[in-house]
């Protein structure tokens, strides 16, 4: 059955530059390798546009996946290639750019049929010609690091068109390179077809039978071995099936021509670049559309079917194409594929964690069906939750609760995540908890955590019992989200502490109630002016409730007058596995006109590191920090925090917390600083933009809002 995928963004979008490399792409998709199933259909769109392409979902073993576009445009090179991948990129938003296809590859780095990975790529015609020569004027364009670090530690033996040599296969291999007037000994395939032991045994057997001759130190083909070879390579048609094929990471070269003149490797060198592996057409336009169009990944691997010299034929030309979409694919699903649930949806949320106040009023018009239409509301309320990629706080497993339908429409979403259930040890609340239980069932994925406090001593007690959960289940979230609540019970309350702690809340007014007078306590129009606040009048905003609360948490970020603004330069402290968040700020920065500051880009060698980095931190205007779990483990990116935490406590600075993963933030004097969650690259740059052009001030003081 073919999976339906959307189109409104993909993980990575595929280029080729010709059919064949299309069509080899398609087809190993589709074949998958070892045991990961692969694309099911590629499913056709827009066909009769300029720029048509395919659309798959590819799937590993572990249900993991990823969203896939592929595309090509009609001739190769650079020209036709840029118009159709900046095109793409616009509409498809990809986190990453890759090509993959075939290349020359140097003969003393690659053998044929191996896979080129670009640690960098440039275009190597690029500069001025004189009558001396030529004068390179290269821009060089480095991958990043996660993707030559996948690619330096990858294993080809898995993917279908690796095969172990065979003994014949080893002795055609050596009477191939011999015919070139190659070495077979320094070749950088030697190994993988030819031991110590079995380098003796194929030379004594070849010398028996007349096809080789050996003169001391060197080693030839007679007359008659030439021969075999030649009618052999004549005869094969088709090139090879399966090869000991590598990997090779290094500098890709792109060109206007197609070169076979064998010396094109020297000038290189000559040129600036001694350790060019590749050699095409097209993927320093990759490499620089990704860089100026804020993609912080990109990747590009190609099959050597040459080397670029006067024995250039298409012989390994369909197996090139077909193990550079292999090992293309092996990349992505390594860098990209992503755990899935049935239905689940992208996380899309600035908020990691919301809490659910509320419940019955006795305000309505209609109080005999106060309860279903809460019920109703609710259901879609945790839909919501769920689908927007937040984990849902709740306390109350009581059926007058908003707490308890909104679980019910969180987990029956198919896509909830995390429940945190607070609530006190009591046998009445313990006895609703386990018929909850009992009622969501075991077929969902949804994980309940209970976080159990001390209960009530007596009845009279059972409302403060209720208070402390709720107080606590407040401090884990991000943002409140409430509807209805009695105003004699504890939501009224609840809600009071959250505007005093400055909790974003949302609350929907049309039950009344606790919430209704948390909203018109609100000037809406003062503080939110960007925000149509009547929608929360409104039960059919209700599945919007969570673009509503990323809107107020987004300004609560927001610059407040008193500090320098817009920012001139804005210091990123971000972990080392977290670069490829702060290349996509960087070049968003950049092309604003605003310099990034990173610390250690500051560090001198006749000076101490605290101090360099304090001067660093002390010159900008706004800190931005990429929290993540790595961060947490940096003790470098502490002592960066910890002089921006100084800075903002006596209001010098203005600072960011952006988390990229959903962790807890751990400095204590952090904690309470609002934060915003970006998951992908794109989702930051897109975070910091609007927070950047936006003008709307985040409100300072709890008690005039």
């Not at 008659?224 to 890709?252: K, N």
């Not at 908020?351 to 109703?376: C, M, N, W």
């Not at 005093?500 to 002016?529: E, M, N, T």
Request: proline residues 6%; aromatic residues 8%.
């Amino acid at each position: 059955m073919a999976v339906d995928v959307g189109v409104d963004a993909v993980d990575a979008l595929i280029i080729t530059a010709l059919k064949e490399e299309y069509e080899a792409a398609r087809s190993a998709g589709l074949a998958g390798y070892a045991g990961h199933p692969g694309v099911a259909t590629w499913e056709e769109r827009e066909p009769d546009s300029l720029t048509p392409f395919l659309v798959g979902t590819y799937v590993l073993a572990d249900g993991s996946r990823m969203t896939l576009a592929l595309a090509r445009p009609t001739r190769m090179g650079a020209t036709a290639t840029a118009p159709v991948v900046s095109t793409l990129v616009e509409r498809l938003r990809p986190r990453c750019l890759a090509m993959c296809g075939v290349c020359a590859g140097n003969p003393a780095d690659a053998a044929l049929g191996d896979v080129v990975v670009a640690e960098l790529a440039y275009a190597y015609d690029e500069g001025k010609r004189t009558q001396d020569g030529f004068e390179g004027d290269h821009r060089q364009i480095p991958a990043p690091d996660g993707w030559v670090r996948v690619a330096q530690d990858m294993e080809t033996t898995d993917l279908p068109s690796f095969g172990e040599a065979s003994s014949y296969e080893a002795r055609i291999w050596l009477m191939e390179r011999l015919y070139a007037g190659e070495d077979p000994r320094r070749h950088p395939a030697r190994t993988r077809f030819l031991s110590q032991a079995s380098w003796t045994e194929q030379i004594q057997s070849l010398q028996a039978e007349g096809l080789v001759i050996r003169e001391g130190a060197a080693l030839s083909l007679t007359t008659a071995g030439s021969a075999y070879i030649e009618q052999l390579v004549y005869d094969d048609l088709d090139g090879p099936r399966e090869l000991p094929f590598a990997v090779i990471v290094g500098p890709m070269a792109s060109g206007n021509v197609v070169v076979k003149d064998g010396l094109t490797w020297d000038r290189l060198k000559r040129w600036g670049v001694r350790s060019v592996a590749g050699l095409e057409m097209e993927s320093a336009v990759i490499a620089q559309v990704a860089h100026r169009l804020g993609l912080s990944d990109w990747v590009v691997a190609k099959g050597v079917m040459d080397h670029a010299d006067p024995r250039k034929d298409d012989r390994y030309k369909e197996f090139a194409a077909r193990s550079s979409a292999e090992v293309l694919f092996k990349l992505l699903s390594k860098r990209l594929a992503s755990p899935h649930r049935p239905g689940q949806t992208g996380a899309t949320s600035r908020i990691r964690s919301v809490y659910v106040v509320g419940g019955v009023t006795g305000e309505t018009t209609y109080p005999d069906f106060e309860k279903s239409q809460l019920a109703h509301i609710c259901e879609q309320l945790g839909r919501a939750v769920a689908e927007s990629g937040a984990e849902l706080v709740v306390c109350s497993p009581f059926p007058d609760s908003a707490d308890l339908h909104t679980v019910i429409g969180y987990v029956q979403s198919g896509v909830g995540r995390i429940v945190h259930l607070h609530s006190p040890r009591h046998p009445e609340v313990a006895e609703k908890q386990a018929k909850m239980l009992e009622m969501l069932g075991t077929g969902h994925n949804t994980e309940i955590r209970n976080w159990y406090y001390p209960g009530p001593e007596d009845e009279d007690s059972k409302a403060q019992a209720w208070l402390l959960c709720q107080i606590q289940a407040l401090e884990e979230a991000d943002a409140v989200i409430a509807i209805g609540g009695r105003v004699s019970k504890t939501a009224s309350t609840v809600l009071h502490l959250a505007e005093a702690r400055r909790k974003p809340i949302v609350p929907f007014a049309f039950l009344g109630g606790a919430s209704r007078r948390a909203y018109q306590r609100r000037d809406w129009a003062r503080l939110y002016p960007a925000l149509d606040h009547r929608r929360l009048m409104d039960r059919d905003a209700v599945p919007h409730a969570m673009e509503i609360a990323d809107h107020l948490v987004t300004a609560r970020l927001r610059a407040p007058h008193s500090y320098r603004w817009p920012p001139r330069r804005v210091f990123i402290s971000r972990a080392r596995p977290d670069a490829q968040f702060a290349q996509a700020l960087e070049a968003y920065l950049s092309s604003a006109g605003i310099t990034a500051v990173f610390g250690e880009r500051e560090l001198r060698p006749d000076r101490m590191v605290n101090p360099t980095i304090e001067d660093a931190v002390l010159s900008a205007d706004l800190f931005v920090v990429l929290w993540s779990r790595s961060y947490a483990l940096s003790r470098f990116c502490y002592d960066e925090i910890e002089l921006a935490l100084r800075r903002h406590d006596v209001g010098e600075l203005q600072l960011w917390i952006i988390n990229l993963d959903g962790s807890d933030i751990v400095p204590p004097g952090a904690r309470s600083l609002p934060q915003a969650l970006a998951r992908t690259p794109q989702a930051l740059v897109a975070l910091v933009r609007e927070l950047l052009e936006h003008t709307e001030p985040a409100p300072t003081v709890p008690g005039r809002e």
